[in-house]
């Protein structure tokens, strides 16, 4: 009998997009310094806004 194709490639659609997932947790991640930590923190914090104490 066998496996229908459309079923198979849904089980290797899942795998990779399970994969994808994992190698994106798994890379270095990006240092953000000056300006640029700046704007991602005012787009991620929006209207609460953020506080930076030394």
């Known amino acids: ?7 198979s490639m849904l089980v290797l659609l899942t795998f990779l ?3 994808s997932c994992c190698i994106a947790a798994y890379r270095p991640s990006e240092t953000l310094c000056g300006g640029e930590l700046v ?4 787009f991620v914090c929006g209207d609460r806004g953020f506080y ?3």
């Open 17 to 19: 997009a399970f994969a």
């Open 52 to 54: 930076f104490s030394k």
């Open 39 to 42: 704007d991602t923190l005012q």
């Open 1 to 7: 009998m066998g496996v229908p194709m459309g079923k």
